[in-house]
């Protein structure tokens, strides 16, 4: 079945694996523990994190108790900044078609609607934070 909106399994795991570790800030949280409540690949999981320890939003712990903590306060971690650190920047100017440069009609056949959706997803993940879900 298509989607119109698709988030990438990535993007799922980073932010319920961060919005968990908000919701624990005490508690160091394993990758099994994320990957079990996820329902990913511990594999998976540990590739994400591991770029969220590099962002500097994270610090992970190693040994047999390790796992992860938040770095940063939940207020501070937009879901835009999270989805464009695992996925990259969003196309702002989105075309369905993608004939952004060559498109051969003066108005858009959509009348613009992909683009005021792109718009109004961007400013939704702005305007969430990890700490509007702990």
């Given at each position: 079945?298509?989607?119109?909106?698709?988030?990438?399994?990535?993007?799922?795991?980073?932010?319920?694996?961060?919005?968990?570790?908000?919701?624990?800030?005490?508690k160091?949280?394993?990758?099994?523990?994320?990957?079990?409540?996820?329902?990913?690949?511990?594999?998976?999981?540990?590739?994400?994190?591991?770029?969220?320890?590099?962002?500097?939003?994270?610090?992970?712990?190693?040994?047999?108790s390790?796992?992860?903590?938040?770095?940063?306060?939940?207020?501070?971690?937009?879901?835009?900044q999270?989805?464009?650190?695992?996925d990259?920047?969003?196309?702002?100017?989105?075309?369905?078609?993608?004939?952004?440069?060559?498109?051969?009609?003066?108005?858009?056949?959509?009348?613009?609607?992909?683009?005021?959706?792109?718009?109004?997803?961007?400013?939704?993940?702005?305007?969430?934070?990890l700490a509007d879900?702990?």
């Amino acid at each position: 079945m298509s989607q119109v909106v698709v988030i990438s399994e990535a993007v799922s795991i980073a932010l319920h694996g961060l919005t968990l570790l908000a919701k624990s800030p005490n508690k160091i949280t394993s990758v099994n523990d994320i990957a079990e409540i996820t329902s990913s690949s511990r594999h998976h999981v540990a590739k994400i994190f591991q770029r969220l320890v590099k962002e500097g939003w994270v610090i992970s712990q190693r040994g047999p108790s390790g796992g992860f903590t938040l770095k940063i306060k939940p207020e501070d971690l937009t879901f835009l900044q999270i989805y464009e650190t695992i996925d990259g920047t969003l196309d702002r100017s989105y075309c369905p078609f993608d004939k952004k440069e060559t498109c051969p009609f003066e108005t858009c056949l959509l009348r613009g609607i992909t683009q005021k959706m792109t718009k109004e997803f961007i400013l939704y993940l702005e305007s969430q934070t990890l700490a509007d879900h702990i």
